[in-house]
Nanobody, 115 residues
Framework: QAQLVESGGGLVQPGKSLRLSCAAP????????MGWYRQAPGKQRELVAS???????NYADSVEGRFTLSRDNAKNTVYLQMNTLTPEYTAVYYC?????????WGQGTQVTVSS
């Protein structure tokens, strides 16, 4: 069973930036579509961004232009750079790895945007 480990969450002030990291086993990070989801209070979990093994990215309309997803295969890690944050982005963010038949989830990391 693959283990995905998120880090980088925390409390940030509005207008500031944060970078989330997701470490995964080498074979998973190199061969699966990696993504970030989020779940805000009272909301369903939703896709934020995803990146393929060829580094093609896809972003939700709500974050495109503000978030950047990247992968570093040498470190077996994917990153979500979040800029100019506002309180609306407060949520638990989850790392995800998916193939055509298998999906893995991390435990989640809390992001709170507040002054």
């Amino acid at each position: 069973q693959a283990q995905l480990v998120e880090s980088g969450g925390g409390l940030v002030q509005p207008g500031k930036s944060l970078r989330l990291s997701c470490a995964a086993p080498r074979i998973i990070c190199s061969n699966y579509v990696m993504g970030w989801y989020r779940q805000a209070p009272g909301k369903q979990r939703e896709l934020v961004a995803s990146i393929t093994t060829s580094s093609t990215t896809n972003y939700a309309d709500s974050v495109e232009g503000r978030f950047t997803l990247s992968r570093d295969n040498a470190k077996n890690t994917v990153y979500l750079q979040m800029n100019t944050l506002t309180p609306e982005y407060t949520a638990v963010y989850y790392c995800n790895a998916a193939s055509s038949r298998t999906t893995y989830w991390g435990q989640g990391t809390q992001v709170t945007v507040s002054s």
